[in-house]
T-cell receptor
Framework: EADIYQTPRYLVIGTGKKITLECSQT?????MYWYQQDPGMELHLIHY???????EKGDLSSESTVSRIRTEHFPLTLESARPSHTSQYLC???????????FGSGTRLTVV | QKEVEQNSGPLSVPEGAIASLNCTYS??????FFWYRQYSGKSPELIMSIYSNGDKEDGRFTAQLNKASQYVSLLIRDSQPSDSATYLCAVINFNKFYFGSGTKLNVKP
């Protein structure tokens, strides 16, 4: 049973559109993360947050932005989608270093 | 040098055999270690965590940690076709989480 929810599950959108990928968790976790993963490839951290009003860029350069106004909500926004943004986006949360991550089901984004 | 290294595979084992997956990490200060299973097109799922040297067993899965040699392994006993997936090793070091690139396991009926 998932306690971290991502919407939409699939999204096909035209170049230049603004999109927001939603991520919410009901576990009260302070730490939340966004990863990008192409099929068969490794995970790349693009953003993370350790609490409300705290956001940091990850290891992979990304044109996306994030916000953390509420503990349970960590949306990711692309101001102007491009075909190079086509990928799977995975949200995760953690209750601390000892507990690992819980991942959402992911959003598969296709920009045409 | 990557923080976490895994052989990409694929590792092929017959049904019922033991599958052995290995992972090495670069920083001796790493504190917590995890194995995730990822089916094609799905998100990673946590299957094992280990924090101290030795073995930890959970059903058909055994995680092994050797901090002196800086490796973590996952043994899957009585492998089933449903175990076919990519297995990701993950390590926490000073509040940062590092994933390996994953090992693809194929269990053949």
């Amino acid at each position: 049973e998932a306690d971290i929810y991502q919407t939409p599950r699939y999204l096909v959108i035209g170049t230049g559109k603004k999109i927001t990928l939603e991520c919410s968790q009901t576990m009260g976790h302070d730490k939340m993360y966004w990863y990008q993963q192409d099929p068969g490839m490794e995970l790349h951290l693009i953003h993370y947050s350790y609490g409300v009003n705290s956001t940091e860029k990850g290891d992979l350069s990304s044109e996306s932005t994030v916000s953390r106004i509420r503990t349970e909500h960590f949306p990711l926004t692309l101001e102007s989608a491009r075909p190079s943004h086509t990928s799977q986006y995975l949200c995760a949360s953690s209750d601390g270093d000892h507990y690992g991550y819980t991942f959402g089901s992911g959003t598969r984004l296709t920009v045409v | 040098q990557k923080e976490v290294e895994q052989n990409s595979g694929p590792l092929s084992v017959p049904e019922g055999a033991i599958a052995s997956l290995n992972c090495t990490y670069s920083d001796r200060g790493s504190q917590s270690f995890f194995w995730y299973r990822q089916y094609s097109g799905k998100s990673p799922e946590l299957i094992m965590s280990i924090y101290s040297n030795g073995d930890k067993e959970d059903g058909r899965f055994t995680a092994q940690l050797n901090k002196a040699s800086q490796y973590v392994s996952l043994l899957i006993r009585d492998s089933q076709p449903s175990d076919s997936a990519t297995y990701l090793c993950a390590v926490i070091n000073f509040n940062k989480f590092y994933f390996g690139s994953g090992t693809k396991l194929n269990v053949k009926p």
